[in-house]
Every structure is written in structure tokens, then in C-alpha cells.
């Protein structure tokens, strides 16, 4: 019998996201019944025919064409929203995402972009070249994250992650989820999506960690940025498509929301002039907020882990849900 | 016998930095047998004839001729390089300043200059408005917290607050301090002051919290930012004068530093045109570090816990020493 074989398409202009020759002898060391072999991504379609797994950043739909023995795309990205999910369960391949190692350095992110607020270090940045002092406008404008409130919309593995950061500065965190845990289990007080609006508008800084589904889309809009805190502080670390950006500039301009951080906008980049880029309360990151040094490291592990339940026949971990039953409010 | 008199003159444009009438009646209350007084600034000298306890931002050496029943001289700051501490001393006046209360937002200050040039935040807010696409910047330029070395540089009270903040980012501390504890106490790992350049040369993030005495003078020296480890990032939230920005200018020009980020200058301000002002890795905030929203209350509850001391004979805590005796190397 032929080994079965493992496609493998890990390319990128940064290293930390590229699968190095050592991941690549490590799998092969710890798989030797495996044939692994690596394709750049325009070969991949001409590399399906024998696969049987695949472990890659993108897989176009048509691909599935070309892949009669394919049983599991595994993706080491958070989300799935790029990945053709219902296409890939319609023909009974399955599909995982992966998790746990994303929320590190995306705490170190949202931790970062709220202190840059919460300490006016944004707002020294800009002024220090041409305003004699500022000290009293910063006076005006910090807050301490010592008793203040954080609210994370669509609480997973990365929130967990994102509350031990909060928590160490002495924040209280609220977890907004559709299946909140029971208790306050991890130092989160957990509420059911039915109660975001209450739970925003007690928030001194709101983290959006939305995946991208159509029960998400635009779930940031008007009603709900109204509902906010006034002078609260807005981050998205999840998807674009969950924010109403019009909703969001207008709650800017009238001086409800502190200000916003954003990791993700659309379209990537944004046009020249666009308002996101220009206006003095907003700071935009290019999708930055999953650098990590170690990502492919424990991209690497986590499908390492994946691969003996496959082997074995255990279930899958980070299985994307059919787009009809996917859960609206789990965060990547 | 009339009562002890204790002349408070705690103004300030910045209200958690001034004295409220709720804080005056709760010390009144606390000691019944005291009889506080406030008074302006400029009217300060002409409240001391009779007063035994004086607690206040600013104290004139001049003051003290006007004054000859004082004993005590508190202050609600950490630093005493503004205040008469020899003069004082001089003619048996006891000057405390306070501490304990300015480690949380000083923490929360330097973390946040950390994670905006670690995470590249302060790169993305100056070309946000004017570059297409920074993420392959970034990719080259962020680093992570987690695994990185912060070497604190008079590791007090203030650096074992900030220590508690870096642990929670999974980094590693060095505490350098001329009477370094024993152990790895607190989660650091203690080295004496002789050792200072090793300390520096195996930091990502050195931060300066040395006080201004004349053994710290322009401590930081071409010598010192030499030692430093290739592409470390340099905080100074302690005091201007230990710093020679001569050299430390030099070290970020052939980017031997990644960057800087100073609470504290001198001049203050800056002038116009100064080339720190302007440097594109220098993230200047006008001495904010220490913006508290509770600092008052702090503030006064250490001085509430001093005057219960003072007044059964217990030694005051934070006694300023003599200027030949100080110790260089304990942090604000």
C-alpha cells in the first residue's frame, strides 16, 4: 500500500508564517508511515490528485475538483472565513481552523493599542513636534485600566488570552459569548449575546473578536456603538465585515467613542484618503496583531497534534461548523 | 496647649492632584487632636510661624527660616531632588517623600511604551495616513514580549509594580540595584550595580527609574548605551539628569537602539526644534507617567499612616537621607 500523502502549501514573505526544512523533517521524523511533500501555491492544484490531507494557508473551492482522495484541509490561520468551508462539507472533506496560540501575541496587541489610549501616548506621538506642552490635555484625557471595565464581544481563546493581560492591570472583563461558560469561570464574567447591549454600555474599553459569518455581519452598528459607554474606547481584532465603519466614524466625530484601533478594515489597504486612515482618534494596524516570532512553531504543533487524532480516528480539534450552524459569537 | 498645627498646600491644575475638601475633612476626622490648615502656595510662608507638620508639593528652602516649630516636611511625591533635603536635614527637620501608590500607573505607562514600539503601533500611527501598506514593516520590525528581557535600572518600589505587569507578558526581569536582594525575590532575578553593563547587554527593553542624586549623574553614558544589546528599546521614566542625551541620540542614529521613549526631559519643554522632539523613534510624554486618577487619595493615606507614626514616636516611613549618604540605585 502507498503512503498516504500530505500536501503542504506554508508560503509567506515572513518567515515566522513559512514552514521551515526543520518543521518539515520534525513531521517526517515523528510521521514516518507519511509522505509529506510541499508545493508552492500555484502547484497545489496540480499536487491534489494523491493527496490525502492538506495543511496550507489558502485553498481555493475549485481545488476540491482536483482532489479525489482529500479527506481534511487543515488551515493554520484563526479564522475560516477565507477557507471554502460549506463547499469542502458538502463533499465530506473536512475542514479545521487553529487555535490557542493566536491570543498571545494578539493580547499583547489589544493590551498595547489600549494603553496607547488609556496612557495618551498616541496622542504625544502626534503632538510632540508641534505642541510646546501637552501635559494638561493628557491630564484631561488618561484613564486608569486599574478598575476600569473590558468587554470582549465574541469571547474565545483569544479573549481567555486577552483577560489574563486585562486582569494583571487590575481590569474587570466581561465576556460576551452565545454559549457563555456558567460560572465566572477564568476571572470573566460571562453574558449571553441577548445582553451585549448592557454589556457595552458599562464598558470603558470594547474589544471585538467577531469571526466573520452572516450572523456577524455588521453586528457593530449604529444601535449598538450608541449603546456604548460615552468616551469609551473601540478595538477590532476580529473581522471587518462585523463593523458598521460609517456607524463607527459618526460615533467618533460626535465625541461618544474615545477612540478606535483597528486590525482590520476593508478593502486591505484602505483607499488613500479614506477617513479610517485620516482621523485623529484612529489607529490602524495592517492585520498585525497575530505576529508572533514563534506563529509557525505552533502552527506546526498544534497540526502535529491534529494529525495523530486523524491517524487514530479521534475527532478533529478546530473543526469549522457547516456555515448554517456555526456559532455567531466565538471569537477566533 | 494648643494644638499641633499641620499647614497642607496641595494645589494643582489636575484635580487628582489636589487636596479635596472631602480628603481635608477625613484627615480632620481621623485626628481629632490636630489642627490642619491649608494654604496656597505663595501664602505658604506666611503659615509657618506656627506650624509643626507641613505637607505639600513644593517647599522653598527659604521656608524654613519662617518656621520654627516644624519637624516634618511630607510630600505627596515620589522623587525629593526638587525638595531642601540637606537644608532640611541640616536643622533637624525630618522630609519624607511617599511611595507604594506610583508603581500601578507608572507600570501601566511603561508597558504601554513597550507594546507600542513592539508591537509596532507607534510605526503604524505616523504612516497610517501616508503609506499604501506598512505590514511587511512591521513584519521586519515588531518583537515579542513573551521570552523578551526587561532590565529595570533601580528596581524600587516603582520596578517591582512593572515587573508584575512584564511577568504577565511572559518576560523575564533583572533588577539592578546597589543593595540587590538575596534571592530571585519578587519574580526578578537581582544583580548589583557593578554588574549593570552585563545587565543591559542581554535586555530587549532597558528601563531607567534611577533617582536624581549626584551618583547617578549622566549614568546612562556613551559607555552604557554601547553595552546595550543590538536593537533594544530604551525608557527613561525615572529623571532627566541621569541621562546623557548626547549619547543616547548617537546610539538611536546608527540604530544601535530600536528606540526611546522618555517621561522626562530637560529642558521641560523641549525646545521647538530639539532633535528629540523630532527623532521618528523617540515617543516623548510630558512627565504623565504618573497620571492617577486616585493619586490624592493615595497620596493622603500614606500621609494619614506617616502622621499616625509621627505622632506615637514611630519612624517615619520614606525619610529622605542626607545627600552623602542616598542611595544611588533605589528607583522613585
Known sequence: MRQPVVLISLESPHSFWRLSSEHERALSAAFPGLKFRRATEEAVPHQLADAHVYFGWRFAPSWLFAAPHLKWIASPSAGTDHLPVAEAHSVGVALT?????????????????????????????????????????????????????MTIVGCGSVGRHLTQAARAFGMNVIGVRRTPPAASEGGITWVHTTAVHQAVSIADVVVNLLPATPATDRYFDHNLFSACKPRSLFLNLGRSATVDHSALLASLDTGHLRGAALDVFDPK???ARHPLRLHPRVVLTPKSSVFCRAYMNEAVAFFADNLHRYLSGQPLNGLAEAPATRSPLVGG
Chains 1, 2 share one sequence.
Open 97 to 149: 481552523r487553529s487555535y490557542g496560540f493566536h491570543g498571545r501575541p494578539m493580547a499583547e496587541h489589544a493590551m498595547g493599542l489600549v494603553l496607547g489610549f488609556s496612557r495618551g501616548l498616541f496622542t504625544s506621538q502626534r503632538v510632540q513636534r508641534n505642541r510646546a506642552w501637552w501635559k494638561d490635555d493628557l491630564a484631561e484625557e488618561f484613564f486608569d485600566l486599574a478598575g476600569a471595565t
Open 269 to 271: 489597504p484602505l483607499p
